[in-house]
T-cell receptor, first 115, second 112 residues
């Protein structure tokens, strides 16, 4: 089954304790992205990647890091989480334009609470 | 900076009625997406609109795109309770489909 998986699904942590949220897709997609969702703000892009070792900032990158060492994985790293990073996080993947598929496939989400 | 505005942000409607959700955006783009999100769930792709004048329909939902007016609409025909969800539009910033700017979402409640 084609899917994007994220782990963990729920996480409660304390300020300053480094954490990683993993994202993996099995569709051989080139593009992957991270978004955060906050009430009244929709989804905002944190980082995106167009291929292995190619990443770029989205609209709200401060306080986050990413890496893309393998095509299927795109982890999101919070080196020193703060309470304003409490949010619902989504990973997404999509294929190259021209392949006929323009959809972004979203993972199930990770609800993060930083106290 | 691209701004994407959805109207209304909350919509309560009776079953059987018609209504339209509007998505206005502030800069040029030829691609727009509509998503549905159920409470506690991920986003489900509804429509991908790839050019000016594009119109797509699925069941009771129809989406259209006017790139000149920078406006997309999601029209609901004869609403049913199962359509209750949050609907997002998202504008493609770079034409590759991987850098999207979302609207704030429209919470739709269909009352029976």
């Amino acid at each position: 089954e084609a899917q994007v998986t994220q782990n963990p699904r729920y996480l409660i942590t304390v300020t300053g304790k480094k954490l990683t949220v993993t994202c993996s897709q099995n569709m051989n997609h080139e593009y992957m992205s991270w978004y955060r969702q906050d009430p009244g703000l929709g989804l905002r892009q944190i980082y995106y990647s167009m291929n292995v070792e190619v990443t770029d900032k989205g609209d709200v990158p401060e306080g986050y890091k990413v890496s893309r060492k393998e095509k299927r994985n795109f982890p999101l790293i919070l080196e020193s989480p703060s309470p304003n990073q409490t949010s619902l996080y989504f990973c997404a993947s999509s294929s190259l334009p021209g392949q006929g598929f323009y959809e972004q496939y979203f993972g199930p989400g990770t609800r993060l609470t930083v106290t | 900076e691209l701004k994407v505005e959805q109207n209304p942000l909350f919509l309560s409607m009776q079953e059987g009625k018609n209504y339209t959700i509007y998505c206005n955006y502030s800069t040029t783009s030829d691609r727009l997406y509509w998503y549905r999100q159920d409470p506690g769930k991920s986003l489900e792709s509804l429509f991908v609109l790839l050019s000016n004048g594009a119109v797509k329909q699925e069941g009771r939902l129809m989406a259209s795109l006017d790139t000149k007016a920078r406006l997309s609409t999601l029209h609901i025909t004869a609403a049913v309770h199962d359509l209750s969800a949050t609907y997002f539009c998202a504008v493609d910033m770079n034409g590759y489909g991987n850098k999207l700017v979302f609207g704030a979402g429209t919470i739709l409640r269909v009352k029976s």
